[in-house]
């Protein structure tokens, strides 16, 4: 299973951006989709997650600003930000949990897209 996440570049403050992230390998299902972030000299945190119940989680810094959704006949998760402030310059991943076509669990991160806000 492979993640390919793509849609990151630079903005102005006040832009907008989206995200996507589309799986593709021997899956048969997936229960999570998440996006995550890591922004320079921090740790790696949770932007937002959605399951495929349709649960979606988000951070607090990014309520009401981002959106997460999912195509689930692609496989492919998206992350539609607006009003981008410069705290939100960082790497963008997103991650899959679910399982394969052989039924073992996964758990697998994109390579990273990175996002930078500046004017």
């Known amino acids: 299973v492979q993640l390919q996440a793509s849609g990151g570049g630079l903005v102005q403050p006040g832009g907008s951006l989206r995200l996507s992230c589309a799986a593709s390998g021997s899956i048969s299902s997936i229960n999570r989709m998440a996006w995550y972030r890591r922004a320079p000299g921090k740790q790696r945190g949770l932007v937002a997650s959605l399951t495929d119940g349709g649960i979606s989680n988000y951070a607090d810094s990014v309520k009401d600003r981002f959106t997460i959704s999912r195509d689930n006949a692609k496989n492919t998760l998206y992350l539609q930000m607006n009003s981008l402030k410069p705290e939100d310059t960082a790497v963008y991943y997103c991650?899959?949990?679910?399982?394969?076509?052989?039924?073992?669990?996964?758990?697998?991160w994109g390579q990273g897209t990175q996002v930078t806000v500046s004017s």
């Open positions: 991650n899959a949990d679910g399982r394969s076509g052989s039924l073992r669990p996964f758990s697998h």
